[in-house]
């Protein structure tokens, strides 16, 4: 039981050393990745979509 409570003494620690983003900082880096995760499922759906569209039109 003792082990435990270290540990999870010992993670307080090391959380207070944490460099936390500002508020500014971690709204930019959500911005971006929303924008990049979005810019990529419309590139590989419409990706996926001709290369369906292409083989739809050779095996006809």
């Known amino acids: 039981m003792q082990r435990i409570v270290?540990?999870?003494r010992?993670?307080?620690?090391e959380m207070k050393k944490v460099s936390?983003?500002?508020r500014k900082e971690l709204t930019n880096y959500t911005v971006t990745v929303l924008a990049t995760v979005t810019f990529?499922?419309?590139f590989f759906a419409v990706i996926d979509l001709g290369?369906?569209?292409l083989?739809?039109?050779i095996l006809e």
């Open 51 to 53: 290369i369906s569209e």
């Open 10 to 13: 010992e993670v307080g620690r």
């Open 55 to 57: 083989i739809r039109l």
């Open 40 to 42: 990529f499922a419309l």
């Open 6 to 8: 270290n540990f999870f």
């Open 20 to 22: 936390w983003p500002k």
